[in-house]
């Protein structure tokens, strides 16, 4: 899941993609990253009609060559599912046929 630069800033760590990084080394698995993240769009506390008004244009594909068919999504908190979708709709943009998500927390349940 993509991080906005100013929440990488603020946390001075990208949680997701450190876990990601053992995962891929475990697994024999590239890293690619081709969706970015807009700043100033903070997801916490809002509803899911809120989130998924808000998503509008908050992933943006920083690359036009689609690496990989097959994508997982790795994300370390679902509340929605808003962000996911929005990711799922910019890699499907993109090229990627098969999109998968693994979520280490469902914070609905």
């Not at 630069?5 to 081709?34: C, D, M, N, S």
């Amino acid at each position: 899941m993509p991080i906005a630069t100013e929440r990488l800033i603020q946390r001075g760590f990208h949680q997701t993609y450190t876990l990601a990084q053992h995962l891929a080394k475990a697994w024999h698995v590239p890293i690619w990253q081709p969706i970015s993240r807009l700043d100033g769009h903070s997801q916490r506390g809002l509803g899911r009609d809120e989130r998924l008004h808000n998503l509008n244009e908050l992933f943006y594909a920083n690359t036009q060559v689609c690496r990989y068919k097959h994508v997982l999504i790795l994300d370390d908190v679902m509340t929605t599912g808003a962000s996911l979708a929005a990711l799922k709709t910019q890699l499907h943009l993109l090229g990627c046929t098969h999109i998968h998500a693994l979520c280490l927390c469902d914070a609905a349940h």
